[in-house]
């Protein structure tokens, strides 16, 4: 059972949320709780229905549960991410490993395995949602940049969201390229994967930090079989990462 809210405070901003679980009682308890919250919410019962909403209206972010009658919900992530990078957040009633790498591995910002308390859940929505607000306020202060960052044959142009290597794009969904631009921004520095977490996931809070090296394996494979002289992103054990260009002999 999803454990109720207890006098929650109100939201600071009405942030659209779209709730997709194909239990009634589920659904509408996760509703009640976020519109509860000062949050506005859009719900769906299937997968289809699911995407229709989604490209209407435009959500700020998706509770996505796996299981779905039709479409099921890796399907539906796997098509929102092909088109937006709205934060998704996971449900599922299986805790298996499994699950949780293959959703990220697809584009999920976050997972949450059934049961959860609804507190838990309210309070990583509201963490994925002071991330995207962060990077869009970073990006507004930013100076126009022509060059970005280059290391090798690697180039990030963190305005245009863009990686290149010798002028072909890396095809890295939003997480990845924050990921990245993180770690170039602290090239030849380790990172833990705790300050990742916080500074790219936007978390607060004790979160499996296997969402890191997952998102981290992703990328060294895009680096890999780029082609061109790239930096490789070390593993400094029990610490963290550091990406990194070997001198070419």
Known sequence: MVNPVESPAPA????????VDDEPSLRETISYALRRDGFNVEVAAEGHRALTIARERKPDL??????LPGLDGLQV?????????????????RGEELDRVLGLEIGADDYLTKPFAMRELIARIKANLRRVQIESDRNAMQPASTSGIAIGDLRIDP?????????ADLALKPREFDLLLYLAQHQDRVVSRDQV?????????SIDTRTVDVHIRWL??????SGGQVPSIETSRKVGYRLSLADAD
């Open 159 to 167: 305005e245009a969201r863009r990686a290149r290597v010798n002028g």
């Open 12 to 19: 600071t901003t009405k942030a659209t949320i779209l709730v």
């Open 197 to 205: 977490l916080r500074d790219v996931w936007g978390h607060e809070m």
């Open 62 to 67: 998706v509770v996505l549960d796996v299981m």
């Open 77 to 93: 992530c796997r098509a929102l991410r092909k088109e937006s990078s709205v934060p998704i957040l996971m449900l599922s009633a």
């Open 220 to 225: 060294r494979q895009k680096l890999a079989e």
